[in-house]
């Protein structure tokens, strides 16, 4: 299985080194490691490993909460294919969607962002949301003017992002792991600026509202 790890380390040689030690001694195998801040002497990384079945997700928190100076902000499951760049295959692949870009936009999202589960809203409800979405959806009522993350009441950490031109949010969920970092939030941003300048997008929306 593949699993994300957020950690909090000295920003010192080394210490990343005594991280990877750890993991591999657990048997864990790294994929990809990126650095998400640096700053005041700490530095803040995602590491993607795959893990056996049989290595209890405890046990690798254990392992790791051991090496002196280290923080771990979250464990979860992830399934973005590491050492990939999947936000660019999925934007080729949205262009020539035609009347479903804004529904593979949509599906994609989490799997890019380690998310569970994605839906565009207007003010008539849910437009549509992605396959593992709860079939009662927790999202706030005010848009926000760009892209925001938060975390809910319930402990569900999300993205909302507006969509102006075509009058709809659109909301990004994690309810495992941490909250989302801003570094997400702004390749969100990025990535929905790129899908609303593509033709085929107002095409995909309006479809969807004719159903």
Do not use: N
Not at 32 to 61: H, K, N, W, Y
Not at 63 to 76: A, F, K, M, R
Not at 125 to 133: I, K, M, P, T
Not at 149 to 164: F, Q, R, S
Request: aromatic share 4%; charged share 20%; net charge negative.
């Amino acid at each position: 299985m593949l699993l994300r790890v957020r950690v909090a380390l000295p920003d010192r040689p080394g210490s990343l080194a005594q991280v990877t030690k750890v993991l591999g001694t657990a048997g864990a195998d790294i994929t990809q490691v990126t650095v998400l801040d640096r700053g005041a002497g700490m530095a803040l990384d995602d590491i993607t490993v795959f893990c056996p079945e049989s290595l209890p997700r405890e046990d690798l928190l254990k392992s790791l909460q051991c090496v002196e100076g280290v923080t771990v902000e979250g464990i979860w499951t992830t399934r973005e294919a590491p050492g990939t760049y999947p936000e660019l295959e999925i934007l080729k692949y949205i262009t020539t969607a035609g009347d479903r870009a804004l529904t593979t936009l949509i599906d994609s999202l989490p799997v890019l962002f380690s998310a569970d589960w994605a839906a565009t809203t207007s003010e008539q409800g849910v437009l549509y949301a992605s396959w593992r979405a709860p079939q009662h959806l927790t999202v706030p009522e005010s848009l926000p003017q760009r892209p925001t993350a938060m975390t809910l009441d319930d402990g569900l950490h999300i993205i909302h992002a507006p969509l102006p031109p075509l009058a709809l949010g659109l909301v990004l969920a994690r309810s495992e792991g941490p909250a989302f970092h801003r570094i997400e939030v702004h390749r969100l941003a990025r990535i929905l600026e790129i899908f609303l300048s593509l033709p085929a997008t107002e095409r995909s929306v309006a479809r969807q509202l004719r159903k």
